[in-house]
């Protein structure tokens, strides 16, 4: 998992709860990345921060949050706003922000919605 | 649209068989592609890259060609190992944007 943590590894929200996605990574890589995948689709970016106090929405981010405060720490929340959360969350660092660094994964949080 | 289309969903094989998986994109201006390994639960790691000048890389077992004029690829697993039971994933990287697209992936299952 190329020294990116994530926790928890499994995470039940109910509905109306806001809840946090934790993302380490000692790389000292700029780059993050929010990923979402579901069943049989491709992995889709939710959030990505080039460097450290800066983040961009990817192509699902509605109903998703983030902070990038320390270069080591990209935490997501995923709000009461996202109608169907239920999915598995990758959290991704690259040394520089793109396609021509390779992106390291961390090894997921699945969240599931009581 | 920028699109990645991997082709079989899945497949089973013996151990010790050869199988090849495929990939077909629409994305282009083409920077490079990836093709990662995921197993069940955990998070993709990176098999091999390729950029428009390379038509072959290997990784151990693993070989992914590429041809850029017919935007294919494919990833070939020699004498398959229980280990090898995951799901692939072609990853394309947009070169004006830096945008990746991903594939929905292969299931491979190596049965004994």
């Known amino acids: 998992d190329g020294g990116i943590t994530q926790s928890p590894k499994y995470l039940f929200r109910k509905e109306g709860q806001n809840v946090t996605l934790s993302c380490e990574q000692n790389?000292?890589?700029?780059?993050m990345y929010w990923y979402r995948q579901d069943p049989g689709q491709g992995l889709r970016l939710i959030y990505y921060?080039?460097?450290?106090?800066?983040?961009q929405k990817g192509d699902i981010a509605e109903g998703y949050s983030v902070s990038r405060e320390k270069k080591e720490s990209f935490p997501l929340t995923v709000t009461s706003a996202q109608k169907n959360p239920t999915a598995f969350y990758l959290c991704?660092?690259?040394?520089?922000?793109?396609?021509?660094?390779?992106?390291?994964f961390g090894p997921g949080t699945r969240l599931t919605v009581l | 649209k920028n699109q990645v289309e991997q082709s079989p969903q899945s497949l089973i094989i013996l151990e010790g068989k050869n199988c090849t998986l495929q990939?077909?994109?629409?994305?282009?201006?083409?920077?490079?592609l990836r093709w990662y390994k995921q197993d069940t639960g955990r998070g993709p790691v990176s098999l091999t890259i390729?950029?428009?000048?390379?038509n072959t890389k290997s990784n151990g077992r693993y070989t992914a060609t590429l041809d850029a004029d017919t935007k294919q690829s494919s990833l070939h697993i020699t004498a398959s190992q229980l280990s090898d039971s995951a799901s692939y994933i072609c990853?394309?990287?947009?070169?004006?944007?830096?945008?990746?697209?991903f594939g929905g992936g292969t299931r491979v299952l190596v049965k004994p």
């Open positions: 990853v394309v990287s947009k070169a004006a944007g830096n945008k990746l697209t």
């Open positions: 390729m950029t428009f000048s390379e």
């Open positions: 921060s080039q460097i450290v106090n800066d983040f």
């Open positions: 990939c077909n994109y629409t994305v282009s201006p083409f920077s490079n």
């Open positions: 790389l000292n890589h700029d780059a």
């Open positions: 991704a660092s690259s040394m520089d922000w793109g396609g021509a660094d390779t992106q390291y």
